[in-house]
């Protein structure tokens, strides 16, 4: 069942939580940014683990801030972290997300017992990255930018360009109507756009971030899509290289919404690992899967 909170500070910060019936706690961080949580929610909500899904701050049901900056947003995570009295979580971050939860464990390692990076990547996106791929320069040639409309604000943007990216989000087309009904769920805003529009933003990436995961000692779960058209899938294979304790589990018919197009193939990864993360002294490191 669905419990609210909301954690007070500078910038509240709502949380869409869940108890669950083992010790752990998995607090999983949104991409976007200017989304919500919401469009996380299925399958994580079917773990047994106390689940912790709050929106960053300047979307969903969070509070407005003066400065949208990575730093600001990693201490309203410890905020959340402290308000449930959890000295240590397992950390999933999809997109955006996946990389906010890198530079969490990088910063805040004594709050972290295993990273998950789910849609994203550990390395920098190279130019090139997708040189080659027809069907993704189709897709994107056919999506329409709604940023080039005068008669949409910076809020509707972000919503039409959400609905707009579904054909290179979402890789099976059953999964469509189900994703649609998702998106129209989800908390829309523009506070992040406005100041990239305004100031710039600072990415969350920070330098050399496989070797700052890889001197953690963490287990480290790469779990992605390989139709990706926002994180290219060629650059696990490279990232489990410089993370000895990485392991990763790639879904074949899945796009950048992995969760949404093989939710129950999600679902099975991140449960295996969070059942090995378990283990005292960390994963048991079984035969890597094929990537």
């Known amino acids: 069942m669905w419990r609210e909170r909301r954690v ?4 509240e910060i709502f949380v869409a939580w869940q108890e669950g019936t083992g010790d752990g706690t998995l607090l999983a961080i949104h991409g976007g940014p200017d989304w919500d949580h919401s469009y996380l929610r299925d399958p994580l909500d079917r773990l047994d683990c106390r689940l912790l899904m709050p929106d960053l701050r300047g979307c969903g049901r969070s509070g407005r801030a003066p400065e949208y900056h990575p730093d600001g947003v990693v201490e309203d995570l410890v905020r959340v972290l402290d308000a449930f009295e959890v000295e240590r979580a397992d950390v ?23 990273l998950i990076v789910s849609g994203s990547s550990v390395l920098p996106v190279p130019p090139d990255a997708f040189d080659g791929w027809a069907e993704r320069d189709e897709v994107l040639a056919g999506q329409e930018d709604p940023w080039q409309r005068e008669d949409l604000t910076p809020e509707q943007c972000v919503r039409a360009d959400a609905f707009a990216a579904v054909e290179a989000n979402v ?10 009904k998702r998106l129209g769920q989800v908390r829309f805003g523009a506070e992040w756009v406005r100041q990239l529009q305004t100031g710039g933003l600072t990415s969350p990436r920070l330098p050399d971030a496989a070797h700052r995961i ?11 899509g390989r139709q990706d058209m926002t994180f290219p899938v060629g650059l696990v294979e490279p990232t489990l290289a410089l993370i000895p304790r990485a392991r990763a589990v790639v879904l074949d018919d899945a796009g950048h919404m992995l969760h949404v197009d093989e939710p129950d193939g999600y679902l099975r990864a991140v449960r295996e690992f969070l059942d090995g993360a378990a283990f005292e ?10 990537v």
Request: charged share 20%.
């Open 8 to 11: 007070p500070g500078e910038t």
């Open 92 to 114: 999933l971050g999809h997109s955006y997300g996946g990389m906010v939860a890198q530079r969490f464990a990088i910063t805040h390692p004594e709050r972290v017992r295993s």
């Open 171 to 180: 890789r099976r087309a059953r999964q469509v109507p189900g994703y649609l």
């Open 214 to 224: 890889a001197e953690l000692g963490i287990p480290v779960l790469l779990l992605h």
């Open 281 to 290: 002294g960390g994963l048991e490191l079984r035969s890597p899967r094929p």
